[in-house]
């Protein structure tokens, strides 16, 4: 949507909306009517339905004025340009189709980028869903577009519908948590200025899109929670600007593509609750700056612990039913940040690393369900309040700290 705000090109749009408007007026009077007329009909089927005529009127308004690119209101001062913002009638037709209302600060016929919608209010915060800004530094101040859409956990029931197109400012576009049903349009390709996209938590079906690659600028893409078919895109590997990707539990299947280890930048990457075929790429090793790693379900071939190797500023790592056929690198020393690591459901052996026992910021251990040998570390951080061993292969004594006190350890065999 684009609001024009200065007057200076008024009177020349005013002038041009008046010829439209006279122009449709005489293409559709009665009397050219009559006489392009190819011959009379009976009195029951020759009366012109109103609404019909009135219908017709209005769509070749619409097109007329999206001709001269006419999609701006002047509301300064008094003065209003009739306005069929592309915009307004988007947001109109979505809200409609699913039954919502707008702000009642939004004037959603007229002059929708105006008080909350260009004001310093953050769009993720809970006073206003659903939820538009506005960026008005167009055309040296004089030119508005909507670019933020935010209809967030407000039990939504449809599709997504094909008008979102007419917003193509968008970069930022939030959907997450209704039940939306139907696919993820291809369209969505074309909103190449968008950087946050979720759409995760709904009842959304089919491919997801290869279009989504094309999204250069996106920094965080949310499709979890879904019911998609088929395996990630390997356009995803183009995505060489996004930080956070959430694709879990999301019904996806076949291989992991090797593209994703393209995305440097990537921080946060949860892969779990799908069926995956092993093994993990070993390229994977080039993500170095993740701090959040979840993969999870493997349905098959074998994967090492090789490729976390320069992963060392992971906080969080999930590596549950991987087929993970390994013993835990005694380097563990150097995951300074680690606080959450679950192995668990794998085929991992050898002992447990008394350097992973140490780490002063790690809380949670799950590494049970696997082949593990030997004793138990000696030592552990005053942090380390939470481990799963069970179902293993440990022997030998108790070391004195499995009495500390509100210490969760679980050891069955």
């Not at 094909?162 to 939030?174: F, G, H, K, V």
């Amino acid at each position: 949507m684009a609001v024009h705000k200065s007057h200076a090109s008024w009177l020349r749009n005013a002038g041009s909306v008046f010829s439209c408007i006279l122009s449709l007026l005489l293409f559709l009077s009665p009397e050219r009517a009559k006489a392009q007329a190819p011959a009379p009909q009976p009195q029951s089927q020759a009366r012109a339905d109103p609404v019909e005529g009135e219908a017709l009127f209005v769509f070749w308004l619409v097109v007329c004025l999206t001709d001269l690119n006419i999609r701006s209101c002047f509301g300064s001062d008094g003065i209003w340009l009739l306005c069929l913002s592309l915009g307004a009638l988007a947001l109109n037709t979505i809200f409609g189709r699913w039954g919502l209302k707008a702000q009642s600060t939004w004037n959603i016929s007229g002059e929708l980028c105006n008080g909350v919608a260009i004001d310093s209010t953050i769009l993720d915060g809970d006073i206003f869903n659903p939820g538009i800004k506005c960026d008005c530094s167009y055309n040296n101040g004089t030119i508005c577009h909507i670019d933020q859409l935010r209809i967030f956990n407000l039990d939504v029931v449809g599709t997504i519908p094909e008008e979102l197109q007419d917003l193509p400012y968008l970069w930022n576009l939030n959907f997450w948590k209704n039940y939306l049903t139907g696919s993820v349009p291809a369209f969505f390709g074309n909103f190449t200025r968008m950087q946050y996209l979720s759409v995760g938590n709904n009842a959304l079906s089919g491919p997801i899109p290869k279009e989504l690659g094309n999204l250069q600028r996106l920094i965080s893409l949310g499709l979890s929670n879904n019911n998609f078919s088929g395996s990630i895109p390997p356009e995803f590997g183009n995505l060489t600007s996004i930080q956070r990707l959430y694709v879990d539990s999301s019904g996806l299947r076949g291989e992991l593509p090797p593209t994703l280890s393209n995305l440097k930048t990537l921080s946060t990457l949860r892969l779990q609750g799908n069926s995956f075929e092993g093994p993990i790429p070993a390229s994977f090793s080039s993500l170095n700056q993740l701090t959040e790693l979840r993969i999870g379900d493997i349905i098959n071939g074998s994967s090492s612990l090789e490729f976390i190797r320069d992963m060392t500023s992971l906080s969080t790592l999930v590596l549950r039913n991987c087929k993970i056929s390994d013993a835990i690198p005694s380097n563990f020393s150097h995951y300074t940040s680690l606080q959450q690591l679950d192995l668990s459901f794998n085929n991992i052996t050898g002992e447990v690393p008394q350097s992973l026992f140490s780490l002063s910021s790690l809380a949670y251990v799950f590494l049970g369900n696997n082949s593990l040998s030997g004793n138990l570390p000696a030592q552990k951080s005053n942090a380390l309040m939470n481990i799963d061993l069970s179902y293993n292969q440990l022997s030998g004594t108790f070391p004195s700290w499995v009495s500390q006190r509100n210490l969760q350890l679980y050891v069955e065999t």
